[in-house]
């Protein structure tokens, strides 16, 4: 398959905010393009626009003036369909509506050449049912871009069940010679990233529900601690509530209500009272003039304890722990290794001890469970960062029965390895772990069932969301048998088939072998 040749002409139906960006990009790619759209308006501005930002792009000398030139030169409003007759590609980026959009590609099959390939920009709409009423099905494909275009790499290159392989590596290709990063998959509720994302925000919303702790603290973890580039909510306050709830529930209801898509009812409740974020002035922030930014919950400097001792053997198969002790020995801290029958000791994990305190990676159990089931009180749990050598903060939680003296050594011993410590309430799975634990299955399923290889999954989600690693290289990472681990304790904490386990996972895990190869 070879990308359509530069200069082809490419049609974009719809100049809007998706449509501008993809007709800005394709003729800063060479290819020229005629941009239509009902509202003639519409088409005069995304091109003034468009020549705008080639203007500033040559300004900071990402673009030569020639360049911008010969873009600005290839791009064309056109004021009806029939001038698209010559096109080779065509994306339609109008308005998100089945119907619509089903007469728009019927109108131009009958204009453009049989070759022609038709591209659908939609989101969350079947590309098999917009393709069924078609002469020719096999020829239209999905060619999902992100907002703003111009800047997110990623497109989604949908097959529905009619499209030609043929037509879909093209697409590929083009995408490739848009300067794009394109992944294959399958025309399916949310395609990959709307669906593998779900559990970003619903982790979310259940940690704030359960009162884990508010929502900048729990912004401020997955960024500080988690390396995403923003917290759910403000994540959510940038796309605004209503978008969000809505998507999340459109996956839920095509999924036939599977619970691990349930849309939450705090969401609504956003939704109702005009909170819909940025764009309302008021979402989980206050985004009037002049107002204060919540600060996130930090713990108050604790002394270093005297003494912190370990238990397990450092190496690959204790390679978080292992970091945490190179952090602590990075900062002159000093660590010892402890006798195995030394005090406590009844888990197979690997644990730190300080001041009567046992330490543990969080396996999705809460610390006050696991302080029952290891017969030992003071238990405290660590979340998962994205970094164990250099994330600033970490997120902990304590059994309800543990002395507080053994707390605030664990406190002062991630304070010691350089972490800025935020405490949340004792809640199965913490932030960091059980998103993406949620993330890592949910992508697993997508690949257990067909709809994108793994590589795809771990490319969509760090191109289409920025997301700082692939959920299944994480899983890799952390190991799978420990994700499964957390899954099993989420679904026992929670007696909730929401955290059932892929069946890939599983399989992995009884396997023992990795995701990626
Ligand atoms: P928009 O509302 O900014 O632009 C849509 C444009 O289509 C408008 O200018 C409208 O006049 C025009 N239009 C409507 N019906 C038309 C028709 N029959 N023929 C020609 N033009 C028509 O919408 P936006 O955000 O650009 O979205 C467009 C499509 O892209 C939708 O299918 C949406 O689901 C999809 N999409 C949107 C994303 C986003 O973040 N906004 C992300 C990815 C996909």
Redesign the pocket.
Known sequence: MAALAKGSVVAV???????SGIAQVAAASGYTVKL????AE?VDKAIADIGKVYGKLVEKGRMSGADADAARSRLHGVAGLAEVADARLVVE????NLD?KRS?FAELEAIVGDDAILAT????ISVTAIAAKLRKPQRLVGM????PVPLMALVEVISGLATDAAVAGTVYDTSIAWGKNPVHAKSTPGFIVNRVARPYYAEGWRLLNEQASDAATIDAVMREGGGFRMGPFELMDLIGHDVNYSVTESVFRAYYNDPRFTPSVMQLEMVNAGFLGRKSGRGFYDYGEGAVAPQPCSEAPQPLPEYIGYSFEPGDHTAIATMLIERLKARGISVTKRNSAEGHRSSEAPAFHCNGAAIYLTDGRSATRRARDDKHDDMVVYDLVFDFNASPRIAIACSDQCNPRAMDSAIGMFQAAGFTVTRLDDVPGLAVMRTVAMLANEAADAVNQGVCSAQAADVAMQKGVNYPRGPLAWADMVGVKHIVTVLENLASSYGEDRYRVSPLLRRREQSGARIHA
């Not at 139906?13 to 449509?19: C, L, T």
């Not at 239509?36 to 509202?39: E, I, L, S, V």
């Not at 920009?121 to 969350?124: L, P, R």
């Not at 999902?144 to 907002?147: S, V």
Request: aromatic share 12%.
């Open positions: 139906i719809g100049s809007g905010a998706m449509g239509f759209d009902t509202r519409a980026a109008i308005v998100e619509v728009l920009n939609t989101s969350s999902h871009f992100f907002n």
